[in-house]
């Protein structure tokens, strides 16, 4: 009994490792949104925490589309305006600069 249930979970765990490898394949890894950010008009001096705060926060909050057609250059819009159409994205954005700017 002690060997099929090894069995069973090794297979449960190796299915699982595949499934989540999959789902995150579509989305871009932080260097990829740093990078995208520090190549836009007046991020590219920015300090890394300025960036990486901003990074931070796209990836937890935009959609997976909206990220990957942003870290491609197909969106229309190259600023990060499309991120900051509510008041709370606007927030957290300043905050990302308050925080960068406290830190000098």
């Excluded at 299915?15 to 007046?42: F, H, N, Q, W, Y």
């Excluded at 300025?50 to 057609?69: F, K, N, P, R, S």
Aim: aromatic share 4%; charged share 30%.
């Amino acid at each position: 009994m002690r060997r099929g249930t090894r069995r069973i979970i090794g297979a449960l765990a190796v299915g699982l490792a595949l499934t989540l490898g999959a789902c995150g394949s579509d989305e871009p890894e932080r260097t990829e949104v740093v990078a995208k950010i520090k190549s836009m008009g007046g991020f590219a001096d920015a300090p890394e925490a300025t960036v990486g705060c901003i990074a931070d926060w796209l990836m937890g909050h935009a959609a997976a589309e909206d990220l990957a057609a942003f870290v491609a250059g197909e969106r229309d819009d190259q600023s990060l305006e499309w991120l900051t159409r509510d008041e709370r994205s606007q927030q957290a954005v300043l905050d990302c600069l308050k925080g960068a700017t406290e830190a000098r």
